[in-house]
């Protein structure tokens, strides 16, 4: 691995099932590779405060600006990061989603931590669209 | 500021990978924000969401703006990656 690779901010994202590592898998469709991208799926048989642990883990090896995505404000991914931190400040994004993802891998490029993750705020709106509205709106249906 | 107006080529529009190597070419230039303008409107030509927003279309035209250290330069390298196709 490169000297730029271990100095990109790390994403690690956080799930119930296999929802984490199917994103990485659809946004490598779009982008390639992925480097310091990491999922860790929450299944039903793990132990919550190993699962807890491990999250914690994987994000203090990561560099500095590093971000985690969850899939659930209140779910146990989310819940077990928290009381499992030791009250350290991290950056991270509840809504995990494809279009927060996608661009959380090219802007943290130019920005990392609460800035990034304030970036991806946008991008989360932005990325919900009303079918309905946008046809009556764009397509003068 | 500069920008430059330029004709969408790809066939299928600006969907998701040619909108990511545009955003690419944008984020390459650190110093200098890059917008594209449609229709009035403005979008984040460093956001691959902002960039799917704007609903490009083959034969499309948009207005790409560059601001900042080394816009010229930046905006010469965005227009020929559009003119290049965008990795398609």
Same mark, same amino acid.
């Given at each position: 691995?490169?000297?730029?690779?271990?100095?990109?901010?790390?994403?690690?994202?956080?799930?119930?099932?296999?929802?984490?590592?199917?994103?990485?898998?659809?946004?490598?469709?779009?982008?390639?590779?992925?480097?310091?991208?990491?999922?860790?799926?929450?299944?039903?048989?793990?132990?919550?405060?190993?699962?807890?642990?491990?999250?914690?883990?994987?994000?203090?090896?990561?560099?500095?600006?590093?971000?985690?995505?969850?899939?659930?404000?209140?779910?146990?991914?989310?819940?077990?990061?928290?009381?499992?931190?030791?009250?350290?400040?991290?950056?991270?994004?509840?809504?995990?989603?494809?279009?927060?993802?996608?661009?959380?891998?090219?802007?943290?490029?130019?920005?990392?931590?609460?800035?990034?993750?304030?970036?991806?705020?946008?991008?989360?709106?932005?990325?919900?669209?009303?079918?309905?509205?946008?046809?009556?709106?764009?397509?003068?249906? | 500021?500069?920008c430059?107006t330029v004709?969408i080529?790809?066939?299928?529009?600006l969907?998701?990978?040619?909108?990511? &190597?545009f955003?690419?070419?944008a984020?390459?230039?650190? +110093?200098?924000?890059i917008s594209i303008q449609k %229709? /009035?409107r403005q979008f984040n030509g460093?956001?691959? &969401?902002s960039v799917?927003s704007a609903?490009v279309?083959? +034969?499309?035209?948009i207005k790409i703006v560059? %601001? /900042?250290?080394?816009?010229?330069?930046?905006?010469?390298?965005m227009?020929?990656?559009v003119?290049?196709?965008? +990795?398609?």
């Open positions: 691995m490169n000297e730029k690779v271990n100095e990109l901010p790390g994403i690690l994202i956080l799930s119930h099932g296999p929802l984490c590592t199917a994103m990485i898998e659809s946004a490598k469709m779009i982008v390639g590779e992925t480097p310091n991208v990491t999922a860790l799926p929450f299944r039903a048989e793990d132990d919550l405060e190993q699962y807890g642990l491990r999250a914690n883990a994987i994000y203090s090896a990561m560099p500095e600006g590093s971000i985690v995505l969850y899939d659930l404000f209140s779910g146990t991914p989310f819940n077990q990061m928290m009381a499992r931190c030791g009250g350290r400040p991290i950056d991270g994004l509840c809504g995990a989603s494809l279009p927060v993802l996608l661009d959380a891998l090219s802007m943290r490029e130019c920005m990392s931590g609460d800035a990034l993750v304030r970036a991806l705020e946008e991008s989360a709106h932005a990325g919900i669209v009303n079918v309905r509205t946008f046809m009556q709106d764009t397509l003068q249906v | 500021m500069v430059e004709k080529i790809n066939q299928t529009g969907h998701a990978r040619p909108a990511n &190597v955003v690419k070419e984020i390459s230039h650190k +110093g200098c924000a %229709d /009035g460093k956001s691959i &969401v799917l609903c279309k083959c +034969g499309n035209e560059a %601001d /900042g250290e080394g816009e010229e330069e930046a905006l010469r390298d227009v020929a990656a003119n290049s196709g965008l +990795g398609e």
